[in-house]
């Protein structure tokens, strides 16, 4: 079978580093997406993950550990904008190339 | 200019009742996808086309039966609406068929099944 595991909700305060896990089983596994959804809104791309290591894109970076089925995202210098939900992505290759997301990880940043 | 557009934007019902959301792209994307997402925000993929064709079919009610006239839409006909189609519905597209490029994503359709 397949699954993503990230945290339901994490709560950091304005300014600071918070980081969002997610570990992931699935065959056919080619990469890790990274996606922010606000409120009423669509997901929007943040990230994407094909190699091991680390990936950044000014404040945010991601990174993964395909030996570990580990990737996280990282968000420095947090602003109250950042207040979303944040979904991990499997890319998988079983007939075609699919993105199979995670259960999301709604942060809220207080001031 | 919006890049993925789908219209309508909100969609109240009876059940019973056959609804059509419609999308269109503007990006030159050669893939495009419909994604579910229920009140506990799991977004699941129901089907993907890739230049008109149909790729991805993730178990979905035939009740629910997409169309590509081509490659830059993709529409979602849904007959005989049930409660539990109650939703917002995501259009998205990319290049390459997702492989690590970035899935664009229409605004959302919030379909209610009353």
């Known amino acids: 079978g397949q699954s993503l595991e990230q945290p339901s909700e994490v709560t950091a305060v304005e300014g600071a580093i918070v980081q969002i896990n997610c570990t992931y089983q699935t065959s056919g596994f080619y990469g890790l997406s990274w996606y922010q959804q606000h409120d009423g809104g669509a997901p929007t791309f943040l990230s994407y993950n094909g190699l091991d290591g680390l990936e950044e894109t000014g404040r945010f970076s991601s990174f993964l550990s395909r030996s570990d089925s580990y990737g996280y995202l990282l968000l420095q210098e947090l602003q109250m904008k950042d207040s979303a939900s944040y979904f991990c992505?499997?890319?998988?290759?079983?007939?075609?190339?699919?993105?199979?997301f995670g259960s999301g990880t709604r942060l809220l940043v207080r001031p | 200019d919006t890049a993925v557009s789908q219209t309508p934007k909100y969609l109240v019902t009876q059940m019973g009742n056959d609804k059509s959301i419609k999308c269109e792209q503007n990006l030159g994307h050669d893939t495009m996808y419909w994604y579910k997402q229920d009140s506990k925000k799991f977004l699941k993929i129901m089907f993907s086309?890739?230049?008109?064709?149909?790729?991805i079919n993730e178990t979905v009610p035939n009740r629910f039966s997409p169309k590509s006239p081509d490659k830059a839409h993709l529409n979602l006909h849904i007959n005989s609406l049930e409660l539990g189609d109650s939703a917002v519905y995501f259009c998205a597209s990319s290049h390459l068929g997702g492989i690590g490029e970035k899935l664009f994503f229409g605004s959302g359709t919030q379909l209610s099944v009353l």
């Open positions: 086309y890739n230049n008109k064709e149909l790729i």
């Open positions: 992505a499997v890319v998988r290759m079983d007939s075609s190339y699919k993105l199979i």
